[in-house]
């Protein structure tokens, strides 16, 4: 038993000691112990709001050093911005050997913007042939004064050749009568006038085409001096309005009355057409220019003159319109046709049916007359 005893405490002993000897381990710190993969969180893609776009603004300006294209890209960036746009920051970029900028803004402006305005230019020609520049200038100006009166903003007028002729051309601003939408399109338009002999000149009146449309509510933003197909110069204005899908829908058309009345001489028409002008804004509606017309072999004239479109669900209706009333009676005498037709006519005007022509016909025995008169919407609902 005794033999059994020690043979244990000699086997526990072996044991203990080999436990007790030094066994080589590694050193692990922090700092090189292996990680795992961290989950990164992926980043939210780009949101563009519905309906929202960008775009890039771009321009033919051409600067030696790009230290110049940018100041040249934070003044056009003002100018934007001036107009109702929300420019969203812009960049300089090469151009062949020079630099110019590009603009990012958002090309829609929300329903009630004030600015950008809808606006059409528009330009006016009456057709006629002057012999004379002179005749031309005298009617050019007269019409330029009639625009004005119906408040239009005129741009420019000119005389132009063709042929051995003279005519005149007025270039004016009207409203764009859009049809109300949530959100409207940003438009660049470029309006060009004058006419100048050298490229200096159209440079030095570029300020004053600028402030042409800039008094008339159209934001200008850049104006050049650009050459003509005739060899001369203009002003180019670069300007900013909004529109939609409805497309252009102009505040006035121009309607031409063309007279009854015949005259053996030109000069006998053209004094006719003028003394009647009165009537038409007596009648409500603004004329704008008088010609003469060959008839036969007489004279007779038109005149032109502004009518304000309404626009309803289904098409477009003018303010005005010319309408004639044909006397159901018959006289033997003209002077008795006469008298009836001024008693008739002096009856339109005091009901605000204003008479802009009259005429008896027939022959003896059988005269009657007829009678031109302005008819204006809603009028028969007043009378």
Not at 127 to 154: I, L, P, T
Not at 198 to 215: D, G, W
Not at 308 to 317: A, F, L, S
């Amino acid at each position: 038993m005794f033999k059994t005893i020690a043979v244990s405490v000699i086997q526990l002993f072996l044991i203990s000691s080999s436990f007790a000897q030094s066994f080589p381990l590694g050193s692990v710190g922090a700092a090189n112990i292996p990680q795992a993969p961290a989950a990164r969180p992926t980043p939210p893609a780009p949101v563009t709001p519905p309906g929202v776009t960008i775009a890039t603004y771009t321009t033919d300006e051409a600067f030696t050093f790009d230290s110049q294209a940018k100041p040249a890209m934070d003044a056009r960036i003002n100018a934007l911005k001036a107009a109702g746009l929300t420019t969203l920051g812009g960049r300089v970029v090469s151009a062949g050997n020079d630099y110019s900028f590009a603009i990012d803004y958002v090309p829609t402006v929300k329903n009630g913007a004030a600015l950008p305005p809808a606006v059409i230019a528009a330009t006016y020609q009456n057709g006629a042939a002057y012999w004379r520049s002179q005749d031309a200038d005298a009617a050019m100006k007269a019409c330029v004064s009639n625009f004005r009166a119906a408040k239009a903003s005129v741009l420019s007028s000119y005389i132009y050749q063709t042929g051995t002729d003279n005519f005149f051309a007025v270039d004016y601003l009207q409203k764009n009568l859009l049809r109300p939408t949530q959100e409207y399109a940003v438009k660049f338009e470029s309006y060009t006038g004058g006419k100048f002999t050298f490229e200096s000149e159209a440079v030095k009146n570029i300020p004053a085409y600028l402030a042409l449309l800039n008094q008339a509510g159209v934001p200008a933003i850049r104006g050049k001096a650009v050459k003509r197909p005739d060899g001369d110069y203009s002003v180019q204005v670069e300007y900013v309005v909004k529109t939609n899908d409805s497309g252009p829908r102009p505040q006035y058309t121009v309607s031409r009355y063309d007279s009854r009345e015949t005259f053996p001489f030109e000069n006998n028409a053209l004094a006719a057409s003028q003394a009647r002008l009165p009537a038409f804004s007596a009648a409500g509606v603004q004329p704008v220019s008088n010609v003469s017309r060959k008839e036969g072999n007489d004279y007779s004239f038109s005149v032109d003159f502004l009518v304000t479109n309404i626009y309803q669900q289904g098409g477009v209706i003018p303010s005005a319109a010319v309408e004639t009333y044909q006397a159901p009676e018959t006289f033997t005498f003209d002077t008795d046709a006469k008298k009836a037709m001024a008693d008739k006519a002096a009856a339109f005007n005091a009901a605000g049916m204003g008479v802009i022509g009259s005429a008896v016909t027939g022959s003896l025995g059988s005269f009657t007359y007829v009678i031109d008169y302005i008819a204006k919407v809603g009028q028969n609902s007043r009378n």
